[in-house]
Each structure stands twice: as structure tokens, then as C-alpha cells.
């Protein structure tokens, strides 16, 4: 295991990386949620759309609202491993499991097959909280340095985007593959692959990582727990960034979830997901990896500002622009080719006549890593703020709470994508009418830019920058002294 060195508060590689395992082993579930449930809900088990968007919007508010439950857990945790950690060894090998029966797809009526989804959707969610709220609260204690913890994020995003490549570029050919034309067997066998693979990695992180930073008395009444609660709603930078959440993964849950409706019912190549989506992820890793290098020279606060705004602008361009029109250049693709004895898409990173839109996904997403990687160290940040200002270690509750935020915007999102398609007459595995091919369009470009630029704005009045952490952190350097 990694030691941190005392100087500086640097931790090594091997950390790192274990750290960052963690959001990839998350992503493997998140980002097969965000871009593939609303489709396999309504293309392969046979759900309404109006459904499925009523099992989003009421299991993904509670799940939103049992966030911030564990986050109180986690901070009275006790264990030799720490507060967060344990929580990881736990409860990975059950999520593991909950994750392959969300889709096993069993054959039942119609009406059981809606209790088993809502059923087993909000098992996962459950246990999705009680491994990640603990994960998410480890980066505020790996390291008592705002700057490590900016490193470290930006590493765990590099990650946590590879799970959404990994799941955009290896699902459909292991669907189909694994599944043998049958596509509900084809989801269940894959789940099961991804499953494993997550388990694997949530160990693999909490036997790499260390809790650094530990809570000076263990506060367990019920007025501690209401003071709590009271100084997190009062404190006006977490309010800001659990707004900006909320957009943000109302955007999110809009445009990934419709990315596989785009090309399978307007653009009418639905395999082109994979190239569209993969090369999105890898340029959102390249933004992230950029993020070590621009925060040397840009205030983090205005940095996500012109991002967002720039990428949410970049995300509406495609409303006006016709998914056929192309550009040509000299290409760089791999052509079809085979990976672990599978029928891959190529890997289309510059394509030799690329569409319009699909240029702008890859510069729009470069814009999108950064700002990612960079809001979870500004949650961080918070938490020492109130430690700071309040003498009140909250770090579980503070990242619970966000988290919380991004839930009810990923119920709202994947509530009113389904809402709107069922609205416009939308049916599955059918040709779609012109409204209806309008709506998935909507849904795609405008919708989610308009959030996305309204989160950018609301930044603007974040306050913490980054001289102003470290005042908060040397007082607090300070106050540990002996």
C-alpha cells in the first residue's frame, strides 16, 4: 500500500489508480443505466415508455432521498479500515449480484414484469448508494491537500469515463455475441460480465486506499445529527453545486439515454452508437487528462464556468444540423475488426468523411471532462469549508447530499425523456413519425445544451476559489497541531 508522503501530502501511483478503479467498477453500472436501461426497458423486456419513465421518476427519488441516510452512516462508521472503506468491502460482492438479476429478464405477465423491474431497480440503487456515497466520501479524506485531491479526481475520472467507453464500445457486440440473437439473453450474459468485473474492482480499491483524515470526536445524538443538517443547508457554495447537479444530470440522463433512439430511429444505423459514444468517452478522458495541466494556469471556478457553457453549446448544434451532412478528411479507422473473439464496430476516432455531428460530440465532450473531474474536488473542498468555518466534519453528508442532487436530476431526466417520447407516439422496434423523430432529436441536442448552460451560469456564484482554500486549509493545518 501507498504511503502519503509527509511533506507535501502526495500519495502513490498505486493509490491512485486503486482510487480510480473505484469510479470505473461504479461506471460499469452507471453508464449502463444512463445510456442502455430506457431502451432495453422499452425495446427488450416490453415496457411502455410511460412506465418506464414512472419506475425512473419514483425509484430514483428514493434513492436520491436515501443518499444522504448513508452519508450520516458513513460518518458515524467506526472501523479499523476507517469510515468509508468498509462500506466498499461490504457491499460490493451484493451489488454485484443485484446488478446481474436487474437484468435477467425472467418471463412473466406484463404487470409482474413491472413489479420485477421496479423491484429490482431499486435494490440496485440502494446498494449503489451504500458503495458509492462511501467511495465518493474516501477522495475528502485520502489526502488533507485540496491540490492532491484535484489530482486524484482527475484520475478517477479518467476512469470513470474508460466504464462509460468500455460500456458503449463493448455492449452491443457482447449483446449480441453472448446472447446469440436473443437480445435479452444477450443483456443478462453481459450484465453478468460487467458484474464480476465491478466486484473485482471495488476490492481492489479498498485494498489500496487509506482514510487519512478522521473525525475528531464521534458525534452519534440526535441534535448532532439535526445540527448537522442545519449547517449544510445554511452553507451557500454546497447549495450552489447541488443546483448545478441537478442540471447537470438531468442533461445527462436526457442525452445518454437518447443516444441509441438517435441512430437507431433517425439516423437509422443503430450500431453507430458505439463509434459515436466511444470516441465521446475517449475525449472526455483526454479533457480530463488535461485537467492537472490547466488548473496550473486557470482558476478551477472559471474554468468550469467556460467549459460548460462552451460544451452545452456544442451539445444544440446538432438540432440544426442534418446527421447526414459530412466532412471529408483524411481518415483514421480501424475498419471492422475482433477483440476477444468479438465482431467489433470500427474504432472511429477520426473517420475519413465523419459526420458534422459527430465532430461536435468529440469536441464538445474534450470540453466536458474537465468540469467533472473538477466539481467533485469543489464538493471536497466544501467539506473542509464547514470544517473551517463550523467545526463540523460532515464529509459523508456533504457528498451524500450532492449525490443526492445528481439523483433527483437523473430521475427527472430519464422521467421526462420517457414522458416526452410516450407524449409524441412513440412505439418501439417500429418506423417513427416525423413528431416523434423530432422529439428523440429534441432530446438529444436541445433539451440537455439548455441545461447544460444554465449549470454553467449557476457557477458563477460559487465563492470558494482557489486562494481562498488555501487560507481554509493552512488555519486547518493549524488547528491539528499539537
Not at 93 to 98: E, K, T
Not at 163 to 192: E, H, N
Amino acid at each position: 500500500m501507498s504511503e502519503a508522503k509527509a511533506d507535501d501530502h502526495r500519495l502513490g501511483w498505486t493509490e491512485r489508480i486503486g482510487y480510480g478503479f473505484g469510479d470505473l467498477a461504479s461506471n460499469l453500472y452507471f453508464q449502463m443505466f444512463n445510456m442502455f436501461l430506457l431502451f432495453y426497458y422499452t425495446d427488450v423486456f416490453g415496457l411502455g415508455p410511460v412506465v418506464v419513465a414512472n419506475i425512473f421518476l419514483f425509484t430514483r427519488i428514493w434513492d436520491a432521498v436515501n443518499d444522504p441516510m448513508m452519508g450520516v452512516i458513513a460518518d458515524r462508521t467506526r472501523t479499523r479500515w476507517g469510515n468509508f472503506r468498509p462500506w466498499i468491502l461490504w457491499l460490493s460482492i451484493p451489488f454485484g449480484v443485484a446488478g446481474y438479476l436487474m437484468f435477467y429478464s425472467p418471463d412473466l405477465s406484463p404487470g409482474m414484469k413491472i413489479v420485477y423491474a421496479a423491484v429490482t431497480y431499486t435494490i440496485v440503487g440502494m446498494l449503489y448508494t451504500g458503495v458509492n456515497i462511501p467511495y465518493s466520501g474516501l477522495m475528502a479524506v485520502i489526502s488533507p491537500s485540496s491540490a492532491e485531491r484535484a489530482r486524484v479526481s482527475s484520475i478517477r475520472f479518467i476512469f470513470a469515463f474508460l466504464g462509460g467507453w468500455v460500456i458503449v464500445q463493448f455492449l452491443p457486440p457482447l449483446k449480441d455475441s453472448l446472447g446469440g440473437g436473443d437480445d435479452a439473453l444477450g443483456f443478462r450474459r453481459t450484465m453478468a460480465v460487467f458484474a464480476t468485473l465491478a466486484t473485482v474492482l471495488f476490492l481492489i480499491t479498498f485494498a489500496t486506499t487509506r482514510e487519512r483524515i478522521r473525525p475528531e470526536r464521534n458525534r452519534q445524538t440526535r441534535k448532532d445529527l439535526i445540527d448537522d443538517l442545519r449547517t449544510l443547508v445554511k452553507t451557500r457554495p454546497w447549495l450552489i453545486l447541488v443546483m448545478a447537479g441537478l442540471l447537470n444530470l438531468t442533461a445527462v440522463a436526457i442525452k445518454n439515454g437518447s443516444n441509441i433512439f438517435y441512430f437507431k430511429y433517425v439516423v437509422g444505423n443503430e450500431a453507430e452508437v458505439a463509434s459515436f459514444g466511444g470516441g465521446g468517452w475517449m475525449a472526455m478522458i483526454l479533457g480530463v487528462m488535461t485537467t492537472g495541466v490547466l488548473i496550473k494556469f486557470f482558476e478551477k471556478r472559471k474554468l468550469i464556468i467556460w467549459l460548460t457553457i462552451f460544451g452545452g453549446i456544442g451539445m444544440a448544434a446538432p438540432y440544426w444540423i442534418d446527421p447526414e451532412w459530412r466532412v471529408t478528411l483524411p481518415g483514421l479507422t480501424t475498419g471492422p475488426y475482433q477483440i476477444f473473439g468479438l465482431d467489433m464496430t470500427s474504432i472511429e476516432f477520426i473517420p475519413e468523411n465523419p459526420r458534422c455531428i459527430y465532430l461536435l460530440n468529440l469536441i464538445g465532450s474534450f470540453a466536458a471532462g474537465p468540469p467533472v473531474a473538477l466539481v467533485w474536488t469543489m464538493y471536497t473542498d466544501v467539506a473542509s469549508y464547514i470544517d473551517w468555518k463550523h467545526h463540523r466534519r460532515i464529509t459523508g453528508l456533504v457528498v451524500s447530499a450532492a449525490v443526492f442532487s445528481q439523483k433527483l436530476g437523473m430521475a427527472f431526466g430519464g422521467w421526462f425523456a420517457g414522458v416526452l417520447l410516450a407524449w409524441f407516439g412513440f412505439k418501439a422496434n417500429v418506423e417513427q413519425t416525423g413528431e416523434t423523430k423530432h422529439a428523440i432529436l429534441l432530446l438529444f441536442s436541445l433539451i440537455p445544451a439548455v441545461l447544460i448552460v444554465a449549470q454553467g451560469s449557476i457557477i458563477c456564484f460559487y465563492r470558494l476559489t482557489d486562494r481562498k482554500m488555501r487560507e481554509i486549509e493552512a488555519e486547518l493545518a493549524k488547528r491539528k497541531r499539537p
